[in-house]
């Protein structure tokens, strides 16, 4: 939902909702009632978050689409994360102090923030023997990726 993006993103700017609100020209209480689920930015205001934090607009609206971010911030040498764009590959990461890896994602695309990827998760349906395959685009925080390997390496 977007207002645990919101929450994350902001987290992961390492801004406070009263800089948020400065920088978009809202109140803080706003930005608070956004991050609470209780209302959502207008459509103008989406795209200045969506700048702020360095997502499209598209990533920052779709529920489909989930942020992977411990909250940590680091540079990284975007050069060698860009090889493998286009590529399936294992990402391990840390998320919170937990280690977790998605195996055979498609590397959408890199930013200076945000590994963006697409991957199969399977579920199970209560009281159905089937199990369903659910496509996932999720953004993970270039700073908590630990490791990334193309698949047939």
């Keep these: 939902m977007i207002k645990d993006k919101l929450l994350a993103l902001r987290k ?20 608070s009632n956004w991050e609470q689920g209780q209302g959502a930015p207008s459509l103008d205001k989406a795209s200045e ?16 689409v989930s942020v992977v971010s411990s909250g940590r911030a680091t540079c ?14 294992t990402i391990g990461f840390m998320d919170d102090d937990d280690r977790g890896a998605i195996v055979g994602a498609e590397l959408l ?25 659910q496509g996932i685009v999720a953004l993970i925080d270039t700073a908590d990726v630990a490791s990334i390997v193309a698949e047939g390496v």
């Design 12 to 31: 992961r700017s390492g801004m406070s909702q009263q800089e948020v609100a400065v920088a978009i020209g809202v109140t803080r209480q706003t930005v």
């Design 49 to 64: 978050l969506a700048r702020l934090y360095g997502v499209t607009l598209d990533d920052l609206a779709n529920d489909e």
């Design 76 to 89: 990284r040498d975007l050069h060698v994360l860009e090889r493998f764009v286009g590529k399936r590959v």
């Design 109 to 133: 695309g890199v930013t200076e923030n945000w590994l963006r990827v697409s991957y199969a998760q399977k579920s199970a349906r209560f009281g159905s023997p089937k199990v369903v395959e």
